[in-house]
């Protein structure tokens, strides 16, 4: 039963319900405000025809509700004053639990001669809300993550070349890059995709390795004044080191290969030593600085 209609029928059944709890209908009422604020977004973007864009041989180019997605987080940019100044070129960067982002980006960088910070997105979602569910190994709203992420993109990136680590991570994320390219398509903006990949094994094994060094340091740096290092609730428990890396492959991984269709598009087997992996990233990259 959609928002909607719970909101209807449980108006429907407060007469004859005196004991019905009174905070559950304000809840869904405040809830059918905004399936109604929606829809009157939904009808004006498509009565002024702002889809037009996203219509390729008479189709859009995205399901229905990923443009409607897109849309909405455009006009957020634009409502918040953010300059539209595209980069030259962006970088996606993603890979399953213990692929070794982190180290792997700095070597990305050095190959592709890109100086600019990365936009990491885990850094992007450290809020107390964006945590606990981080935390949970479970997803955050698209619409947020899409939003803060192509802010950051256009104010940082304007007309350089950026790495973005961590997005997309599901399907709708991936197409609001498809609909972001339609968007800016008179640019001569280049867009690549490396997504580093190991096996279970390894992954959970480098999780939990990289959980029990991180409480070790804490331990050691405990009675100094030296900051210490945040311990992923995922990096402790192999349950939820397996969730996180099971939720990659149903949920990000799929994801990702759509970028195939619109990127330059790399997967890199990121299981072995440093240089290894290292080496891999540059044999990919050579020529596309």
Known sequence: MSGLLKVIFLV????????????LIKDYMLGMGEYVKMAKINMDFFREKRYEPFIKNGQLIAPVDSVLLFSRVWNRLIENGVKIVVPKKIVWINGAPGSGKGTNTRNVMRALDISLRPIV??????TAEFKEKINQGLLVDDAEVTFLVFKHILEEGAGKSIIVDGYPRTTIQAECIQLLQAQIKDTSLVM?????L???RTSIQRQLTRGREAEEYNIKVADKETELVEVRTTDKDPKLAHRRYDEFFEKTYPALRLLKKITDYHEIEAKGSL???RDRIYVALEGKK
């Open 198 to 200: 190991v096996d279970e």
């Open 12 to 23: 429907s059944i407060l007469p004859e319900n005196p004991f019905f709890e009174e905070k």
């Open 121 to 126: 997105v885990s850094d992007l979602l450290n």
């Open 192 to 196: 690549l995709s490396i997504v580093l």
């Open 275 to 277: 240089i290894e992996v």
